[in-house]
């Protein structure tokens, strides 16, 4: 075990309150936080407004079976187990979100934003105001504290496993009450199941949970078809000739090759993408893999894990949940943040979060508005 | 007690003594009261015995002992069985008249014949203490063809509400049916033990009593049923209980159960008395320490369950209360909850014509016969740090 991260501003014995999916994951890190001699309570969040219909076995984090699971967890933890029906909030902040951001042309991150808008914010401020000092979950990321108490996020200890990139929006306020005891040590899952089964927590053999959660059978494009409707759309190629339709523009997303169902071949055979979604006309443009090449992203919105990058600055930057990271230039420039990539980068679409790092330290994490291609005038 | 304060007893209560001693006895003795050999009838003697103290407990006739698994079986065995029996002699009787503060036992098997026999359903209207009225009744019966009340199935409507403790005009309203020959079922889980149930007199047709409210075992309840009404059943099998309810007797939990009942029912008015004094202590306790909180059901202790107390807390969500509540040792309830254990606002009060929010900040205290001074005390020193604790975290 490495060793452990000095929380020097903390008290030794915090009341914790531990979101409990009903997975492994979040059962481990409660179990661990309470082994710890944290005062631990579990909550399992309610956020399917009914559950009934999201009954889907062992997938997701909205079932029935699912908040079985978690409260078992607790049984044996020997913690109190509480439901909170945080639905209503999760529809408008997430579901409602993760719609709207694909109707107008984006690709959202759903866990993302429910890390910023439930899970550390709406069941967070509950938490603090009921007294309990953080809310721990089963997030791979490691939370260092500074000299002078304040917080930095960093990558979990194991790469393979790190979740940082997901709570790239918490800002130092978030970060001071967060707690991942997951991230701290150097274990592969097969270890977290390990041990999840020596701590008598049988759901150490449970599948991992890979879909969105609200979108139980996996199919998002069904998903946004009962929800947006259909659109019968022009595919056009960089040239603006009509190379085939589709049944509505939010159906893509930026870098994408499967799913286009082209009639006219591209000229030279090659396979093509989705370069770009225009909702306002209804049209998706596609091109060869080269022009997906992205030098640089503007960002906008962005969060900061303490102080903002104060002019033009050396980062690494990851695109994507389970993407690599890649060397930039990143700067503050009226609100916004400009991203220059150090050697171009495909498949970077609008809607997605960038999130800047510094080693393995969490900078900030901002949504990105717009890219500029490789080649392209600046803008 | 597990717990410390236990402020829960219409959830359930604690087995009496004399009750466990009854079933631990039956526990070791063989036999299956249908057998016919000795061993079988000393089972049977001891479930005929059982139903006889038990109907003299509640002004029945043994023969109007239905036992079942439970206040929820005997709920569903009312409703949906007077339903399809009823239908079956008349197809005109597909309408059902019931409370719309019934426990889900009654509320989900009503809904149920409404997706799935064809049961229109009139809910009748209750007052701001949830309590129906017989005129209420009587216009919702004639508002049948011709001004009559041929087309209805049943009626349904319980003795005391479990939430909030208001107690309805249960003869009355069974009165007002008879004129009209639709048969009345009373859900009297909450009110047997405190308030004085007495089916003979009541004019029901059918009552339904459940052991673990009581100081009985769970797993045992029981439909008292006129000898006129043979509802359909929802068991077939081996023609136990008049053919109503087959499957075998538990003998030990019968046993137990009439045990308890006929306890309860000689200590009731003592038990009332003294239990409701207490609970008086802990509505003015509750309210010194939150002056805005709203009692819930009726103030005159008269049409409440004297064990009751049921509080909104403006501001508040019931699920942060229970929680603030439970981690200092005091058990309490908000009231209603769902399969997944989400704490849904209160059908109930908000029937009652409660403002939504107030719905949502409920917590229910009940008291029982191992309740003490000392409770109380717990929980007026706790309730006042607790609600300004729940109000910071607001309504989410």
């Known amino acids: 075990m490495t060793p452990r991260v000095t929380h020097t501003a903390r008290p030794a014995r915090l009341k914790v309150l531990a979101a409990m999916s009903g997975g492994v994951d979040s059962a481990v890190a409660a179990a661990r936080a309470a082994a710890a001699g944290h005062d631990v309570t579990g909550v399992h969040l309610a956020l399917s407004a009914n559950p009934q219909s999201f009954r889907t076995g062992a997938r997701g984090c909205c079932t029935i079976e699912d908040s079985h699971d978690a409260r078992r967890a607790a049984d044996v933890i020997g913690i109190p187990f509480y439901v909170w029906d945080l639905a209503e909030r999760f529809r408008e902040d997430v579901v409602e979100d993760f719609v709207s951001e694909y109707a107008a042309g984006r690709t959202p991150n759903p866990c993302l934003r429910c890390n910023e808008k439930i899970k550390f914010a709406a069941l967070l401020d509950k938490a ?66 390990a041990e999840a089964a020596e701590r008598g927590l049988f759901v150490a053999k449970k599948p991992d949970s890979h879909d969105i959660c609200f979108i139980a059978d996996g199919d998002t494009q069904g998903f946004l078809a009962r929800r947006l409707g259909t659109a019968e759309g022009d595919v056009v190629d960089e040239s603006g000739a009509r190379v085939g339709t589709h049944s509505g523009a939010y159906g893509f997303t930026v870098g994408q090759r499967k799913g286009l169902a082209l009639g006219t071949p591209a000229p030279d055979g090659r396979p093509r993408y989705v370069l770009d979604i225009s909702p306002v006309d209804n049209t998706v443009t596609v091109g060869p893999a080269a022009s997906l090449d992205v030098e640089a992203l503007t960002a906008i919105s962005p969060r900061w894990c303490g102080t903002p990058p104060a002019g033009p600055g050396g980062y690494t930057a990851q695109l994507r949940a389970h993407g690599g990271e890649t060397a930039v230039t990143a700067e503050v420039v009226g609100g916004e943040l400009r991203v220059a990539f150090a050697a171009p980068v495909r498949g970077v679409a609008p809607g997605q979060a960038v999130v800047l790092y510094d080693g393995t330290r969490v900078v900030g994490s901002a949504t990105i508005a717009s890219t500029r291609r490789a080649g392209a005038p600046a803008a | 007690m597990d717990q410390a304060v236990y402020l829960d007893h219409a959830a359930t209560t604690p087995m009496l003594p004399e009750a466990v001693r009854a079933m631990t006895e039956r526990l070791t003795a063989t036999g299956n009261a249908s057998s016919l050999h000795a061993a079988g009838r000393r089972a049977r003697r001891a479930v005929e015995e059982s139903r006889e103290r038990l109907a003299a407990a509640y002004g029945a006739r043994p023969s109007e002992v239905v036992f079942t698994s439970g206040g929820t079986e005997a709920d569903n065995l009312a409703v949906k069985g007077l339903y399809w029996s009823r239908r079956a002699e008349d197809p005109a009787r597909t309408r059902v008249l019931a409370s719309p503060v019934e426990h889900h036992a009654v509320l989900d098997a009503v809904h149920w014949l409404q997706k799935h026999e064809g049961a229109t359903v009139d809910w009748l209207p209750v007052d701001t203490h949830g309590r129906v009225h017989p005129d209420a009744l009587r216009a919702a019966l004639e508002r049948g063809p011709g001004g009559g009340a041929g087309d209805v199935a049943l009626v349904t409507a319980m003795w005391a509400n479990n939430e909030i403790g208001t107690i309805l005009p249960v003869a009355g309203l069974a009165a007002v049916a008879r004129e009209y020959g639709v048969p009345m079922h009373s859900d009297a889980v909450q009110a047997a033990g405190q308030a004085e149930v007495d089916f003979g007199a009541s004019g029901l047709a059918a009552l339904t009593l459940t052991g ?185």
């Open chain 1, 128 to 193: 603090l105001a009921l007294g309990f000092d953080a809310v721990c979950t089963g997030h791979y990321a490691k939370v260092v504290t500074r000299e002078d108490g304040s917080r930095e996020l960093h990558r979990a200890a194991d790469a393979a496993k790190d979740q940082s990139y997901v709570l790239g929006v918490l800002d130092e306020r978030q970060l001071a009450h967060a707690m991942f005891p997951l991230g701290e040590t150097e274990t592969t899952k097969a270890e977290i199941r």
């Open chain 2, 212 to 396: 673990h409210k009581i100081g009985g075992p769970y797993g045992i309840g029981a439909l008292l049923l006129g000898r006129q009404d043979a509802p359909e059943p929802l068991l077939h099998g081996g023609g136990q209980e008049r053919e109503v309810r087959s499957g075998t007797l538990d003998v030990p939990a019968i046993a137990a159960f009439a045990v308890a009942a006929e306890l309860a029912a000689g200590r009731r008015a003592e038990f009332a008395a003294e239990v409701g004094a207490l609970r008086d202590r802990l509505v003015a306790a509750v309210r010194d320490a939150v002056p805005d909180a709203v009692l819930n059901g009726d103030p005159d202790p008269a049409g409440r369950l004297p064990a009751n107390a049921h509080f909104s807390f403006p501001g508040c969500e019931g699920d942060s209360l229970l929680l603030l509540l439970d981690a200092q040792g005091i058990a309490c309830s908000t009231g209603s909850a769902c399969t997944a254990g989400i704490a849904q606002p209160s059908h109930v009060v908000l029937a009652a014509g409660a403002d939504p929010d107030l719905a949502r900040g409920t917590l229910r205290f009940s008291l029982g016969h191992t309740s003490t001074a000392a409770d109380v005390a717990a929980l007026a020193a706790a309730i006042g740090p607790a609600v300004e604790r729940a109000r910071a975290a607001g309504l989410s």
